[in-house]
């Protein structure tokens, strides 16, 4: 239908554009001339809008708790999902079963969804959220809550940003890395538990090159391959040997040559540069993959995976992508998310069902996102509030498209 549109205006601007006396018999006057050359330029400006539109992709996706962010390669960013807070940033508190357009933002580069809010970093450094605001997690000094994009206070030079439950991380070009938000655990490593409305830097970190965050825990990854941890450590998510919350980064014991990193609720996932798995924390539903359930305070190796590509930390779940472009999943399954076409939970790797050429994956508290190379997006999971982005508010337990306007 798109396409046949700019075709009959192709078409149009054809005939607007042949000689007057061919397309016109008739004398042109003055005031026809104006509104010929008038009808061009617009015709002319929709028809490459059109196509510009047409062209766009998507290059990234993040999930909330409940919902959903992906970025277009115009810098645009589309959400869907629950809307209670504000969180998919469309000027209403209305939940969304498929995509809508965030609102007033312009060359982003990159989103993060946090339980209940968003986040999105721009092309020229500054950071940008919307939705819930309770704990400061929208960083502009207040804790009122906003359903359009408002810029976070003070923060210029921000290469990357990540989002945990109520607070958000942000890496400066300078390798320091800033929070903000929810802090009763220690999560933002300033050396206190208190609360920020605007960023602050976290205590004895440089030459970071990676962040991600948890529920109420973070790991930053320096240039060095060293991984460094802080916030809540009830179940040794922070791996270091303790259960021991840390109101400051410390380094996690273990391997060294990591590629990558990432939280989950509050389990933790690094990946080395041999494709190797190493995971630690809360085990409680599996989440670990390592057959038990027993939680584990220091980073313990997978030996049944091999050549992954990245990993992706869920609520109490955890997905990996393989160099073969297929997925893997492990843990709590109450509602699918593990893609396997059950509701049972499993403490070792199920290959997600039916997908493959996959570039990534994001993970939600329950339900997951993956990517494929031609921008379509597959959904699996939860879809209470309509996550999952199909048009249906119903549980997917194997991947289902994402319905495009």
Known sequence: MKTQRIIDLICLKGVLERPMETAFPNRISGRFTILYWMTIFFLSFFIMSMAAASASTIIQVSCGNLHSLALQSDGIVLAWGQNMHGQLGDGTNTNRKTPVQVKGLRGVTAVAGGAWHSIALTSDGTVWAWGGNWSGQLGNGTTKSINKPSRVS??????????????????????????????VYGQLGDGTTTDRRTPVQTRNLNSVIFITGGAYHNLAQKADGTIWAWGFNQYGQLGDGSITNRTIPIQVSGPKDISMVDCGG????????????WVWGLNQYGQLGDSSTDNKSTPSLLNKLKDIDRIKGGGDHTVVLKLDGTLWAWGNNRSGQLGNGTTISSAIPVQVSAL?????????????????????????????TGQLGDGTVSNRTTPVLVRMK
């Open 154 to 183: 003070g923060l210029k030079d921000i290469t990357a940003i990540a989002s945990g439950g109520l607070h958000n991380l942000a890496l400066k070009s300078d390798g320091t890395v800033w929070t903000w938000g929810r802090n």
């Open 266 to 277: 509050d389990h933790s996932i690094s990946l080395k540069n041999d494709g190797t798995v």
């Open 356 to 384: 493959h050429n996959v570039i990534a994956v994001a993970c939600g508290d329950q339900h997951n996102i993956a990517l494929k190379p031609d921008g379509t997006m597959l959904t699996w999971g939860l879809n209470s």
